[in-house]
């Protein structure tokens, strides 16, 4: 395990693949070891900071000019229990699936739909990672971490996380201070099985029926039918977020293209498909040089290899005006660009 190095290669560390590097990274595997560590370390807090789980949602445009902080914490534990539910406690470091994973295994319902989502748990409550119609704010009951201004641990609720649609606090006031070390998740002993999502339902079926094991596989199957592997092929998923705009927006781009799909949220307000509004602007199976549109997903960006970070983000911002030039709808990234 790599304790603290100085410019320390980070390609193997985020799931772009592109070349970039770090001036010094940081890895603890238990929370106490931060604070000693930083108490020890003269200068950290003038550095530009950078918490890296398994960095399958970043882009480097550059070498990063500061400190890369790792939290690799292991464990899992069951921390309560009661009839009907079981509270669960993982440290930042695990990766997610091997958490739902876990579960299943378990026969504890609520996170089966999240199958295969790369990543660490410590990611998963900043991001409020989602698919298939479950977000993980829905089974997190508390996140525990290290706030860097108080250099105090503490225990927050998932109540005061304010989470949305792949938000939370920690993207925002707490963004680069609040270095989560575990999550606690409460799941079901007698889950109701979340089917509507897309084809879930079918495919579930051919697999025999509702269980968390075949929701589990379906969700595998189809994620692995049209997203990218990484070990394969870099990518960090979707790059852009839905975007949610006004019904009278909505209307009037489904009057042009009735066959838009259209999402209803709460407020009157309506999501739209991202991938199919950039699918609809031609960049599907785009390449240019190493940096792509995936050919099955129009939403992932692609590095066949050799891409740079600066190539992918250039390639994204003349999607993004595409997409606002012929429908008038601002994409967001969901990726974290770092300079
Ligand atoms: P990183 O990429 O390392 O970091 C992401 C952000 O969280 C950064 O801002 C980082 O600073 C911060 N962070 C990381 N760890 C901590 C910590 N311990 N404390 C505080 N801040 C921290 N996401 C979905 O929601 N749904 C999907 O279906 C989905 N599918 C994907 C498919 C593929 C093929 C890929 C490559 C990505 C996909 N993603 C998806 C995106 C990604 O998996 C999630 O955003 C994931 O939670 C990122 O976890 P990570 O550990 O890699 O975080
Ligand atoms: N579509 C197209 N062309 C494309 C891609 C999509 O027309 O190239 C259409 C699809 O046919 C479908 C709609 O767009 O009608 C939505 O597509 P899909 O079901 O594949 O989901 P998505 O909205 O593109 C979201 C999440 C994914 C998550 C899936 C499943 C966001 C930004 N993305 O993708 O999350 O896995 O739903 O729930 O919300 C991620 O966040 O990184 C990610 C992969």
Redesign the pocket.
């Known amino acids: 395990m790599v304790r603290f190095q100085e410019n320390f290669p980070l390609k193997r560390y ?2 772009f693949g592109t070349d970039a590097s770090a001036l010094f990274f940081y890895e603890f595997t238990e929370a106490r070891e931060l604070p000693e560590f930083l108490n020890e370390t003269e200068g950290w807090d003038e550095l530009p900071l ?9 882009l480097f445009l550059n070498n990063f000019e500061g400190l890369v902080i790792h ?1 690799n914490i292991p464990g899992l534990k069951v921390v309560h229990e009661d009839r009907n539910h079981v509270w669960l406690e993982a440290g ?1 470091g695990v990766s ?1 699936d091997e958490l739902v994973h876990y579960c299943v295994y378990n026969e504890w319902g609520g996170v089966e739909n999240l199958s295969l ?4 748990v ?3 409550a ?2 409020n ?3 298939y119609g479950v977000e993980v704010c829905g089974r997190i009951e508390s996140v525990t ?1 290290f706030d860097l201004k108080t250099m105090q641990e503490y225990c927050m609720q998932a109540s005061d996380c304010r989470y949305g649609y ?1 938000d939370s606090i ?2 925002h006031e707490l ?2 201070r ?4 575990s999550v606690t998740f409460k799941l079901d002993k007698f889950p109701e099985f979340k089917l509507k999502y897309g084809d879930l339902a079918a495919e579930v079926e051919k697999l025999g029926g509702p269980s968390l094991w075949n929701i589990r596989q379906a969700v595998i199957s189809i994620r692995e039918s049209k ?4 070990k394969v092929t870099g ?4 790059f852009f977020m839905n975007p949610v705009v006004s019904a009278e927006l909505a209307n009037q781009i489904k009057a042009s293209f009735p066959e838009i799909p259209v999402y209803p949220e709460a407020g009157g307000q309506v999501k739209l498909a991202a991938g199919w509004l950039i699918d609809q602007c031609g960049w599907k199976g785009f390449r240019r040089g190493d940096a792509g549109v995936h050919p099955k997903q129009a939403l992932v960006l692609v590095n066949y290899g050799n891409a740079t970070g600066r190539e992918i983000y250039e390639l994204s911002e003349e999607i993004r005006q595409s997409v606002l030039d012929r429908f008038g709808v601002e994409l967001h990234r ?1 990726v ?1 660009v770092i300079e």
């Open positions: 985020h799931t950078l918490i890296l789980g398994e960095g399958s949602n970043l939290p930042a997610w989502i790369p990543g660490k410590g990611a998963s900043v991001q990672i989602g698919a971490g792949r920690f993207k963004k680069g609040f270095i989560v070390t997203l990218p592997d990484p990518n960090a998923g979707s969901e974290n």
